[in-house]
């Protein structure tokens, strides 16, 4: 009978220490986790990609020439900065209407062609009779076989 009291109890003993050596596995592969996800929380909550010509302050180049209402619907028009000039073609970036994305819009100098290409995730391609254009967030590299028009907008051959 005291055999079967001493093996209840190692069993007993032996379920605790699996059991508490579990938990000290499982908190620190929580925490090891968590502390990896540092730059990925970091960077999740520092926003959308980052343009330096959205920050500064609106000038009166940065106007766009007037385009039908349907033009500007899915962009913030209070974002809109003039980026390069292309030959004649005036090309302007701007936040999308959720704030989240970015907008590429590309006119002729008078206006009367125009076309308004927007996208997340930092990066857009996007083109038509004018020409081919990427734009990249800041300090990202030149896309391959691009010309840099501007810190953002590019060029593709």
Request: glycine share 10%; hydrophobic share 40%.
């Amino acid at each position: 009978m005291r055999a079967a009291l001493d093996i209840r109890r190692i069993v007993r003993q032996h379920h605790f220490m699996s059991y508490r050596v579990a938990r000290v596995v499982v908190v620190g592969v929580s925490v090891a986790t968590l502390l990896s996800g540092c730059s990925t929380l970091s960077s999740l909550a520092a926003g959308p990609d980052h343009y330096a010509i959205l920050e500064r302050d609106a000038v009166a180049s940065d106007a766009l020439p007037e385009l039908p209402s349907n033009a500007l619907e899915s962009l913030d028009p209070a974002s809109v900065r003039l980026a390069a000039n292309d030959d004649g073609t005036l090309l302007w970036l701007a936040r999308d209407n959720a704030g989240s994305g970015i907008c590429l819009i590309a006119t002729s100098d008078d206006g009367d062609d125009w076309r308004v290409w927007c996208g997340g995730g930092g990066v857009l391609e996007a083109g038509g009779p004018s020409g081919s254009y990427a734009v990249r967030p800041d300090d990202s590299p030149t896309p391959e076989g691009a010309t840099a028009l501007s810190e953002n907008v590019y060029r593709l051959e």
